[in-house]
């Protein structure tokens, strides 16, 4: 009887844990940090929410490094998550399925809708991304800190039988520069303060802006520095991705889609 107990158990609780696709999971770990974990994930309105907090949704993920160092540390200006590398892990192949069945949010008509709506099938796949430094920039909390974001370009086969293009605006935020040194408590770091504890600051050596990227640059075994994460009291890099279907150069801004389809 124990021993059916037991089993009974051990499966309820793994049928619990088994991640679903692009939903939280204390086990998901990612890359872009490494053994990074979700702090928070996307979310549309409160019915999504994943833990409790104040804001009302959060268009984006927000990822952290895999320990906190405890309560001494924890938030402090030596906090082991802060100056963290963020990789350049994004899929560069992506199932035309996953995109027309994403959560996705649209900011001009306020509206939570499902899928971007492709008339496509099979798989897209990166053709180039293009890397932008600092393209927008604001002090407040929610956006304090460096930021780099790619528009990444991927092409797939539409229903006509030819091959059309998207362009993922992808973000990567609160990062550490000499501009946005660490906010920890009610002080921010002086740039000395912070580099003298020897961590991360400032743009990965191959991300300079305008640079024109291939595939390859996302896919490992070897990954490029974006970036250090940190800049905000609570330790993390937010990643928001923007989706328009074509080929676009600006910062799009109105279709907003979980960033767990593009970021590993
Ligand atoms: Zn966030």
């Known amino acids: 009887m ?4 037991f089993i009974s158990n051990a499966f ?4 619990k844990n088994t991640p679903k696709k692009f939903s939280f999971s204390a086990s998901t770990t ?3 940090v490494e053994n990074g974990v979700l702090m928070d994930g996307y979310y ?8 409790k907090g104040g804001r009302e949704k959060h268009l984006g993920v927000d990822i952290t ?8 540390v924890r938030g402090k200006l030596n906090d ?3 100056g963290l590398p963020v990789y350049s892990c994004i899929n560069t192949i992506i199932p035309i399925n996953d995109l027309n ?6 900011k001009t008509t306020n509206s939570l809708v499902t899928g971007v709506g492709i008339q496509g099938t099979g798989n897209a796949e990166m053709i180039e991304a293009k890397i932008k430094t600092q393209p927008w920039k604001d002090t407040s909390d929610h956006a304090y800190g460096g930021i780099v974001g790619f528009h990444c370009y991927y092409r797939y086969n539409n229903l006509q039988g030819t091959r059309s293009e998207f362009t993922a605006w992808i973000e990567f935020l609160h990062l550490i520069t000499d501009e946005f040194p660490p906010r920890y408590g009610s002080s921010v770091a002086t740039k000395d303060e912070w580099n003298a504890l020897g961590r991360g600051n400032g743009w990965g050596p191959e991300i300079k802006n305008n640079a024109v990227v291939p595939p390859s640059f996302f896919q490992g075994p070897i990954y490029s520095i974006i970036g250090y994460l940190g800049a905000t009291q609570s330790p993390h890099v937010h ?4 989706f328009h279907d074509g080929h676009s150069n600006s910062m799009q801004n109105t279709i907003r889609i979980d960033p767990l389809i593009f970021v590993y």
Do not use: L
């Open 80 to 82: 082991p998550r802060r």
């Open 12 to 15: 309820s609780i793994q049928r």
């Open 44 to 51: 549309r309105d409160p019915s999504e929410k994943h833990s």
């Open 101 to 106: 069945q994403a959560k996705v949010f649209n």
């Open 30 to 32: 990612f890359k872009v």
């Open 65 to 72: 490094g895999p320990t906190d160092g405890g309560a001494s």
């Open 2 to 5: 124990y021993t059916n107990r």
């Open 239 to 242: 990643v928001q991705v923007a």
